[in-house]
């Protein structure tokens, strides 16, 4: 016997028609996406695409995986016992434990700040909770109570189907709390007509939403990243109309956004970002976009941030725990800086003040002989003095001179000036100097934890490095020294730097930053398990649940030895790029296999 399937007896237009509909049917069911909902005039949105997803992938990065491991998994679990102990008040005040509460967001998750046409911003959160929505309405209940015992009063608006509960405390400016249920999703806020609005366009009413605002939509492009790196957290922000809605209806409020445009703030567009976490390549990627009017002016063009060489100098160590290097052109900030302060103070009042609190104190005068003697590039290196204290890590400051002969002279007026405070010191041909810091007669016994400020200044081939330890300045020195065993040189380094250079494009990075995770957290291990810190850590047990709590945990559940954690971190960089649009940064951190 033939078989006669079912799409042999329907009409092929019938079935076209057929399969239009049931499409058409789940696109009106699936809810938009928030910034779809929310208005044009969003000031502040901070957005979870999917929260399961987010924990699901937070726990494939380092950090979850390092909590995770079988050898440190007992540790975090009674810390988190501790912590859902220690809440046993909120489940009070909300109606449902912390544990609870915490699972509540099933989808996404959006809070943000709009702009209503009257009143103050309306605060606005969306959460889908899907089939924990009994949890949710428990914490409903409880907010609702306590509006009640405000005296608030209780309303409820049908919205084509939709109820709109506003619970409204008396009074002439409007203070409530309005909220709708629909599909598993809880939208509520603090302005009744702004839930409306959105009601509405979730029901397809045209209307200016936030995914129509021309610079929401650019800077959220800029931030989107490639198709294996979909960010689970995006944000953005309207700094300067924030302020003036925030600013409006208040005299000095209104001062303030008179400044604006003479400020050059007015050309702000907008700030935003996002953060993806566990991609095919990276542990996590931050991208962040300052976006721009152009032509800058004012406080923005002080900005002077630009391309060109970014390599590691010779002096650098190789085993710098962090590295940050960046091109600016100091002349064309101090000259945007003086017309800015002129502009409020008077002609000639910033000259006169570099004068008073720099040039004469230091007799030399500052912006010929300092200022105009910097070249542009500027590096901070990190380093960890031995042993761990709470202070161990060590930073050194290199600006680099366009005649380090000529400032040379400029150097030694200042050692004269301050004889009485600066040491010379030499080591292997290169002469430095410290600084003497006023120190207790028998040291810091008391806080041991504590490294003493050992400050240093010297002029190495053509930089200026200052650092608040001699240490680490003789450290760069020694490493200038060598023929090999700058950073420049090491393969986690180079690795960093060529994901850079894939991360800018065709764009110069004005910034390049290199980091050591691993050594960070070596730190944080050697104190946590240091003698010293276990001991403070007990007496300070009986008077802080938080230190008792901590103190418990490791003694039950000591720190695996650090290897087990090490072996999770892997290195990390980032950049920043200016061009006509304004400042983008990224950052990232390589995934460990």
């Given at each position: 016997?033939?078989?006669?399937?079912?799409?042999?007896?329907?009409?092929?237009?019938?079935?076209?028609?057929?399969?239009?509909?049931?499409?058409?049917?789940?696109?009106?069911?699936?809810?938009?996406?928030?910034?779809?909902?929310?208005?044009?005039?969003?000031?502040?949105?901070?957005?979870?695409?999917?929260?399961?997803?987010?924990?699901?992938?937070?726990?494939?990065?380092?950090?979850?995986?390092?909590?995770?491991?079988?050898?440190?998994?007992?540790?975090?679990?009674?810390?988190?016992?501790?912590?859902?102990?220690?809440?046993?008040?909120?489940?009070?005040?909300?109606?449902?434990?912390?544990?609870?509460?915490?699972?509540?967001?099933?989808?996404?998750?959006?809070?943000?700040?709009?702009?209503?046409?009257?009143?103050?911003?309306?605060?606005?959160?969306?959460?889908?909770?899907?089939?924990?929505?009994?949890?949710?309405?428990?914490?409903?209940?409880?907010?609702?109570?306590?509006?009640?015992?405000?005296?608030?009063?209780?309303?409820?608006?049908?919205?084509?189907?939709?109820?709109?509960?506003?619970?409204?405390?008396?009074?002439?400016?409007?203070?409530?709390?309005?909220?709708?249920?629909?599909?598993?999703?809880?939208?509520?806020?603090?302005?009744?007509?702004?839930?409306?609005?959105?009601?509405?366009?979730?029901?397809?009413?045209?209307?200016?939403?936030?995914?129509?605002?021309?610079?929401?939509?650019?800077?959220?492009?800029?931030?989107?990243?490639?198709?294996?790196?979909?960010?689970?957290?995006?944000?953005?922000?309207?700094?300067?109309?924030?302020?003036?809605?925030?600013?409006?209806?208040?005299?000095?409020?209104?001062?303030?956004?008179?400044?604006?445009?003479?400020?050059?703030?007015?050309?702000?567009?907008?700030?935003?970002?996002?953060?993806?976490?566990?991609?095919?390549?990276?542990?996590?990627?931050?991208q962040v976009h300052l976006m721009l009017d152009s032509p800058r002016k004012g406080v923005v063009e002080i900005l002077a941030m630009r391309g060109g060489d970014l390599t590691p100098?010779?002096?650098?160590?190789?085993?710098?725990?962090?590295?940050?290097?960046?091109?600016?052109?100091?002349?064309?900030?101090?000259?945007?800086?003086?017309?800015?302060?002129?502009?409020?103070?008077?002609?000639?009042?910033?000259?006169?003040?570099?004068?008073?609190?720099?040039?004469?104190?230091?007799?030399?005068?500052?912006?010929?002989?300092?200022?105009?003697?910097?070249?542009?590039?500027?590096?901070?290196?990190?380093?960890?003095?031995?042993?761990?204290?709470?202070?161990?890590?060590?930073?050194?400051?290199?600006?680099?001179?366009?005649?380090?002969?000529?400032?040379?002279?400029?150097?030694?007026?200042?050692?004269?000036?301050?004889?009485?405070?600066?040491?010379?010191?030499?080591?292997?041909?290169?002469?430095?100097?410290?600084?003497?810091v006023p120190r207790p007669a028998e040291g810091r016994p008391d806080q041991p934890m504590l490294r003493e400020p050992d400050p240093a200044i010297a002029i190495l081939d053509d930089?200026?490095?200052?650092?608040?330890?001699?240490?680490?300045?003789?450290?760069?020195?020694?490493?200038?020294?060598?023929v090999s065993g700058s950073l420049a040189t090491e393969l986690d380094y180079k690795l960093i730097a060529s994901r850079i250079r894939r991360q800018a494009g065709g764009d110069s990075?004005?910034?390049?930053?290199?980091?050591?995770?691993?050594?960070?957290?070596?730190?944080?291990?050697?104190?946590?398990?240091?003698?010293?810190?276990?001991?403070?850590?007990?007496?300070?047990?009986?008077?802080?649940?938080?230190?008792?709590?901590?103190?418990?945990?490791?003694?039950?559940?000591?720190?695996?030895?650090?290897?087990?954690?090490?072996?999770?971190?892997?290195?990390?960089?980032?950049?920043?790029?200016?061009?006509?649009?304004?400042?983008?940064?990224?950052?990232?951190?390589?995934?460990?296999?």
């Amino acid at each position: 016997m033939k078989i006669v399937s079912f799409a042999t007896l329907v009409p092929h237009w019938l079935a076209a028609v057929l399969s239009i509909l049931l499409i058409s049917q789940a696109a009106v069911a699936q809810r938009p996406a928030a910034y779809r909902l929310l208005p044009e005039d969003t000031l502040l949105y901070l957005r979870v695409a999917d929260m399961p997803d987010l924990i699901e992938r937070f726990q494939e990065t380092s950090a979850g995986r390092i909590s995770q491991d079988e050898q440190v998994r007992p540790l975090i679990d009674h810390l988190w016992t501790s912590l859902v102990e220690a809440s046993a008040g909120l489940e009070d005040a909300l109606g449902v434990p912390l544990e609870d509460l915490l699972s509540i967001p099933q989808g996404e998750t959006c809070l943000a700040l709009v702009a209503p046409e009257r009143g103050f911003p309306a605060v606005v959160l969306l959460i889908d909770a899907g089939d924990r929505m009994a949890a949710l309405d428990t914490v409903l209940e409880q907010a609702e109570f306590g509006m009640f015992q405000q005296g608030a009063y209780r309303t409820i608006r049908d919205l084509d189907g939709t109820e709109l509960v506003v619970n409204e405390l008396p009074g002439g400016q409007r203070r409530e709390m309005a909220y709708v249920q629909r599909d598993g999703t809880l939208i509520l806020g603090s302005n009744s007509l702004v839930i409306e609005s959105m009601v509405d366009a979730w029901n397809g009413r045209a209307s200016s939403r936030l995914s129509q605002n021309a610079n929401f939509t650019a800077i959220m492009k800029r931030c989107a990243g490639d198709e294996d790196e979909q960010p689970q957290i995006t944000f953005f922000i309207d700094p300067l109309e924030m302020t003036k809605r925030i600013a409006r209806g208040s005299l000095a409020g209104q001062a303030v956004i008179a400044l604006l445009p003479a400020l050059g703030l007015d050309g702000v567009r907008g700030l935003g970002g996002s953060v993806a976490l566990a991609t095919e390549q990276y542990d996590n990627v931050t991208q962040v976009h300052l976006m721009l009017d152009s032509p800058r002016k004012g406080v923005v063009e002080i900005l002077a941030m630009r391309g060109g060489d970014l390599t590691p100098e010779p002096w650098v160590p190789a085993d710098a725990v962090s590295y940050t290097s960046l091109n600016w052109d100091f002349e064309t900030s101090y000259n945007a800086l003086r017309m800015l302060f002129d502009a409020i103070r008077g002609d000639g009042a910033l000259d006169r003040e570099v004068d008073r609190r720099l040039s004469t104190p230091l007799g030399i005068p500052f912006e010929q002989d300092f200022l105009q003697a910097l070249d542009g590039r500027v590096t901070i290196v990190s380093w960890m003095v031995r042993p761990a204290r709470l202070n161990s890590r060590a930073n050194l400051l290199g600006l680099k001179l366009k005649d380090p002969k000529a400032f040379r002279q400029t150097w030694l007026k200042l050692v004269d000036q301050f004889s009485n405070q600066l040491e010379r010191q030499a080591l292997g041909g290169n002469e430095y100097w410290t600084i003497r810091v006023p120190r207790p007669a028998e040291g810091r016994p008391d806080q041991p934890m504590l490294r003493e400020p050992d400050p240093a200044i010297a002029i190495l081939d053509d930089y200026l490095l200052l650092s608040d330890s001699s240490e680490l300045l003789k450290h760069a020195i020694v490493t200038r020294g060598r023929v090999s065993g700058s950073l420049a040189t090491e393969l986690d380094y180079k690795l960093i730097a060529s994901r850079i250079r894939r991360q800018a494009g065709g764009d110069s990075p004005g910034m390049l930053a290199f980091d050591r995770p691993e050594e960070s957290l070596r730190l944080l291990y050697e104190l946590a398990t240091g003698d010293t810190t276990r001991q403070q850590l007990q007496s300070r047990a009986d008077d802080n649940p938080f230190f008792g709590a901590l103190d418990g945990a490791l003694q039950e559940n000591p720190l695996p030895p650090f290897a087990v954690i090490a072996r999770y971190l892997a290195p990390g960089g980032s950049l920043i790029t200016n061009d006509a649009t304004g400042f983008h940064y990224t950052s990232f951190t390589l995934r460990r296999r």
